[in-house]
């Protein structure tokens, strides 16, 4: 009952941004334009100067295979705005209302990111004020406490899944793998504003340059599916619990604002229906339906 109430809660926060920051592939009315181009060396241009406030970043490919994102990152690393899966013919755009200071601007080529500076210059704006300032501040505060429970329901059930790997239930871990992914694919967009933190968790295999390296739900779901034993698994369940822990306590420190939660949806849906749809996600386990449920809870 507790899950269900705070999922209507998120799914109003939702439905209230969207509208109060207008379709978010086509930027934000009033907003200052930014064209950014993706090209073999990363962004361009690689320094962007613009006035505080509104701003859209209008994304599109200029032709190269070796880059489809564009990030925008605060001074911490923390992600606050991004455009995935631009490729030729395919555009990418998302708005941020920025305060004065400077941004790391990131189109990672495999071999770089963090190319790029952005300058937002000038007085931060008073916050507006008004019905929909109360409804936008409303949402995003729910959605808030929303993600919090999420990770709390994520980090015990990561407790679970990795001691049935510790003990050598290979059934057990089975049955809790989709279930307790779930809990992260609902808040993913705010774990992949972590950079780094997302790839250690949630990782495939295509997504690392060394198999040494890979780790996470879906090295684990490689054993258990693939050679049906936990024995090897002992290790990377405790870097999950680890990271999972560093989620949560990065979650309690994370500032949003409006413009992000209608920013992750339509990214978070757009990958649905151009990646996870294909099976890619849980490709030993086929437990993609359970990817989507939450996806789309979380949304």
Same mark, same amino acid.
């Given at each position: 009952?507790?899950?269900?109430?705070?999922?209507?809660v998120?799914?109003t926060?939702?439905?209230?941004?969207? =509208?109060?920051?207008?379709?978010? !592939? *086509? %930027?934000? $009315?009033?907003?200052?334009q930014?064209? /950014?181009? &993706?090209?073999?060396? @990363?962004?361009?241009?690689?320094?962007?100067?613009?006035?505080?406030?509104?701003?859209?970043?209008?994304?599109?490919?200029?032709?190269?295979?070796?880059v489809?994102?564009?990030?925008?990152?605060?001074?911490?690393?923390?992600?606050?705005?991004?455009?995935?899966?631009?490729?030729?013919?395919?555009?990418?755009?998302?708005?941020?209302?920025?305060?004065a200071?400077?941004y790391?601007?990131s189109?990672?080529?495999?071999?770089?990111?963090d190319?790029?500076?952005?300058?937002?210059?000038g007085?931060?704006?008073?916050k507006?004020?008004?019905a929909?300032a =109360?409804?936008?501040?409303?949402? !995003? *505060? %729910?959605? $808030?406490?929303?993600?919090?429970?999420? /990770?709390a &329901?994520?980090?015990? @059930?990561?407790a679970?899944f990795?001691?049935?790997?510790?003990?050598?239930?290979?059934?057990?871990?089975?049955?809790?793998?989709?279930?307790?992914?779930?809990?992260y694919?609902?808040?993913?967009?705010?774990?992949?504003?972590?950079?780094?933190?997302?790839?250690?968790?949630?990782?495939?295999?295509?997504?690392?340059?060394?198999?040494?390296?890979?780790?996470g739900?879906?090295?684990?779901e490689?054993?258990?599916?693939q050679?049906?034993?936990?024995?090897?698994?002992?290790?990377?369940?405790?870097?999950?619990?680890?990271?999972?822990?560093?989620?949560?306590?990065?979650?309690?420190?994370?500032?949003?604002?409006?413009?992000?939660?209608?920013?992750?949806? /339509?990214? &978070?849906?757009?990958e649905?229906a151009?990646?996870?749809?294909?099976?890619?996600?849980?490709?030993?386990?086929?437990?993609?339906?359970?990817?989507?449920?939450?996806?789309?809870?979380?949304?």
């Open positions: 009952m507790i899950r269900a109430t705070i999922a209507i998120v799914a926060a939702a439905a209230t941004v969207l =509208a109060a920051c207008g379709n978010s !592939t *086509s %930027g934000k $009315k009033g907003s200052k930014i064209a /950014v181009t &993706l090209t073999d060396s @990363g962004c361009t241009p690689q320094h962007i100067s613009v006035a505080s406030g509104p701003v859209t970043f209008n994304v599109t490919n200029g032709g190269t295979s070796k489809s994102e564009m990030e925008l990152k605060n001074g911490d690393g923390v992600i606050l705005g991004e455009s995935e899966n631009v490729v030729e013919g395919i555009k990418g755009s998302f708005s941020l209302n920025l305060d200071g400077k790391v601007v189109c990672p080529t495999g071999d770089a990111e190319q790029g500076t952005l300058l937002a210059s007085t931060a704006k008073a507006p004020k008004g929909s =109360a409804l936008l501040e409303q949402a !995003t *505060s %729910g959605y $808030k406490s929303y993600v919090e429970a999420e /990770v &329901l994520l980090r015990a @059930g990561v679970h990795a001691g049935a790997l510790e003990s050598g239930d290979v059934a057990r871990a089975k049955e809790l793998f989709g279930p307790v992914r779930a809990h694919e609902t808040i993913e967009p705010v774990a992949e504003s972590f950079g780094d933190l997302d790839p250690e968790i949630d990782a495939r295999v295509n997504d690392v340059e060394k198999l040494s390296e890979w780790s739900f879906h090295r684990i490689k054993t258990l599916w050679e049906n034993t936990t024995r090897g698994t002992e290790a990377y369940a405790r870097k999950l619990r680890r990271d999972v822990d560093t989620l949560a306590r990065k979650v309690r420190t994370l500032q949003l604002q409006p413009a992000q939660l209608a920013n992750g949806a /339509v990214e &978070l849906m757009n649905v151009n990646s996870k749809i294909t099976g890619e996600e849980d490709r030993y386990s086929h437990t993609d339906l359970s990817d989507f449920e939450g996806n789309l809870a979380g949304w």
